[in-house]
């Protein structure tokens, strides 16, 4: 009986299992920051892109 009620005490997989939805949580944040941050990338060095003058095959 001693055996059960220190099992049912031992909280130390109920933490690492916190930290894991922890870690899972930053990573689906950085994620989504980085995802946001090359869209915005993208679209200003595609307006800076339309900006320059374009090379022609005849120069």
């Known amino acids: 009986?001693?055996?059960i009620r220190t099992f049912l005490r031992d909280e130390s997989g109920a933490t690492a299992i916190e930290y894991g939805?922890?870690?899972?949580?930053v990573a689906v944040v950085i994620i989504g920051?980085?995802?946001?941050?090359g869209t915005k990338l993208n679209t200003t060095f595609q307006k800076v892109s339309d900006k320059?003058?374009?090379s022609g095959s005849g120069n």
């Not at 939805?21 to 949580?25: G, P, Q």
């Not at 920051?33 to 941050?37: E, G, M, N, S």
């Open 1 to 3: 009986m001693h055996v």
């Open 21 to 25: 939805l922890i870690a899972a949580l």
């Open 33 to 37: 920051a980085l995802t946001t941050l």
């Open 52 to 54: 320059l003058p374009s």
